[in-house]
């Protein structure tokens, strides 16, 4: 019998390969199909941990954001401070420098002191017929009521007659306070706390006093003035002074006023000479030396004692001739030649001159 040829690939032999193979392949598909779902799910969890970390981003931008803007806003806040204070001192430095000067002018000061002494001599007889005629009015004469502390609210000396009475207000800012770094500190305050500021307060009682005491039987006008001059009242002419609903107008319009920029005497003279009739009698209340001309200053800028002086003195000159002024000066520091002047202008125009105490009226 002849002996069968052997074949090393059989079909026995490609059948077991072919198994093993599959087997492989099977293998393979299982393994790679779990990985694939170990893959998602390590993926799901980096992009869950990137979008926190995504999240976090956002929110430390809009802090950064945040912190950036209230860096910005304290940054100009410190501007703004050190800009108000380099404008408190160097107005504190002109300050000093005025009240050295005005040390400096001591004897020359005596001299005009000594001369108003003299004036003052002549001024006694008739301060004497005011005084006597004060004591005869009859109590009750004020139309308008006025409440005062105690003796406080009778002022002697002051002239209220005459037939046609003008009373200045001075609304600059000056108005505030008596010293010029309260002024700055008030004046950059909302309006409702600047118009309860004390001096103000005064200033507006004032008024009120002089409403409440003017003479029935004659007219007056109440004219307020800065950069500019202007009435209260909605008319610039003459009103009754028996008339109470023009005097509590006159007193509600002054309450709603803020005073703010300089002074111009040149505008508050300039507005009486227009008047017509002009008036007999001025009652001027002002606090210092004015500071600017008939138009306010294109720079923003201190103003030397002597440049107001020549200012006042520029004024003077408009007022009409034969009208007494009655100057009442209420307490400013730094400004110690206004009190001479007001008292000179007194003697020129046969008027007064007071100064306002504190608790008055």
């Keep these: 019998m002849a002996r069968r040829k052997f074949t090393v690939f059989s079909l026995s032999f490609l059948d077991c390969i072919c198994c ?27 992009r869950g941990e990137v979008d926190l970390v995504e999240i976090e981003v956002l929110n430390l ?22 800009g108000l204070s380099r404008e408190v001192l160097t107005l504190l430095e002109e300050a000093r420098e005025e009240l050295a000067r005005f040390e400096g002018e001591t004897l ?7 001369q108003l002494k003299t004036d003052l001599l002549s001024l006694e007889e008739g301060l004497k017929r005011l005084r006597a005629g004060a004591e005869a009015e009859e109590e009750g004469e004020a139309l308008r009521m006025f409440r005062g502390d105690g003796r406080r609210q009778y002022l002697t000396g002051l002239q209220l007659r005459g037939e046609r009475t003008l009373v200045l207000v001075d609304i600059s800012a000056s108005m505030l306070a008596e010293n010029l770094v309260d002024v700055l500190r008030i004046r950059n305050l909302p309006a409702a706390e600047q118009q309860e500021a004390t001096k103000w307060v005064q200033v507006r009682r004032t008024v009120e006093w002089l409403l409440a005491n003017l003479p029935a039987e004659g007219q007056f006008q109440v004219a307020v003035f800065h950069d500019q001059a202007r009435s209260l009242l909605t008319d610039a002419g003459w009103w009754s002074a028996a008339d109470p609903a023009v005097r509590d107008a ?13 002074s111009s ?5 300039d507005w009486a000479a227009a008047m017509s009739p002009r008036p007999d009698n001025i009652i001027l209340l002002t606090d210092s030396l004015p500071t600017m001309d008939r138009r306010p200053p294109a720079l923003r800028r ?9 200012l006042f ?3 003077v000159r408009g007022i ?41 009226p």
């Design 302 to 310: 201190a103003v030397s004692g002597a440049r107001r002086m020549q």
């Design 320 to 360: 009409p001739g034969g009208i007494p002024v009655n100057t009442m000066l209420f307490y400013l520091e730094g400004d110690p030649g206004a009190a001479i002047a007001y008292w000179r202008l007194a003697v020129d125009t046969r008027g007064s001159m007071l100064t306002v105490a504190k608790d008055w």
């Design 250 to 262: 006159a007193a509600e319009a002054l309450e709603a006023i803020v005073p703010s920029s300089g």
């Design 61 to 82: 931008e809009r802090e950064k954001v945040l912190a950036r803007n209230a860096l910005d806003e304290l940054i100009e806040e410190i501007e703004e401070t050190q």
């Design 313 to 315: 003195q520029e004024a």
């Design 20 to 46: 093993g193979f599959g087997a492989v392949i099977l293998l393979f598909v299982l393994m790679n199909a779990r990985s694939s779902t170990i893959r998602e799910e390590r993926v799901q969890d980096l």
């Design 265 to 269: 005497l040149h505008l508050a003279f």
């Design 108 to 114: 020359a000061t005596e001299e005009h002191v000594n």
